[in-house]
């Protein structure tokens, strides 16, 4: 069982939990067509959705110290990422969501390695 969990583990879940509703929000409103960006498939919505549930589940698990949990947070920040990257490119003119849940990947990548989150997931 891991010690007492650091204030970035928390923030790390709470990020992950903003960037998988983020993309909940984005895929559900493009499948319903509230949202319309030319060349979005309906595929591409749901593989957001996806991502979004897993990422939103997973996230629960770092409150455990679970190693696993790190690792498929980790996973689900990446590929939040290259989400993001290839819907700006593909599509400029939309740019702010994917932003946003790229600066959110980037930011939970970079506090679930700290020196202290490491302490935390090596109990």
Request: proline share 3%; glycine share 8%.
């Amino acid at each position: 069982m891991a010690g007492q969990r650091p204030g970035g583990i928390v923030l790390i879940a709470v990020l992950a939990w903003i960037g998988a509703a983020l993309q909940i929000i984005s895929g559900i409103l493009v499948l319903t067509r509230v949202l319309n960006p030319e060349g979005v498939s309906t595929e591409t919505a749901w593989v957001a959705i996806v991502v979004g549930v897993i990422s939103f589940l997973v996230a629960f698990a770092l409150f455990t110290g679970s190693r696993v949990a790190r690792i498929l947070v980790t996973i689900s920040f990446v590929l939040s990422l290259i989400s993001a990257i290839f819907s700006i490119l593909a599509h400029p003119a939309n740019f702010v969501g994917p932003l946003l849940a790229a600066i959110v990947a980037v930011i939970g990548l970079v506090l679930l390695y700290t020196k202290t989150a490491n302490e935390y997931f090596r109990r």
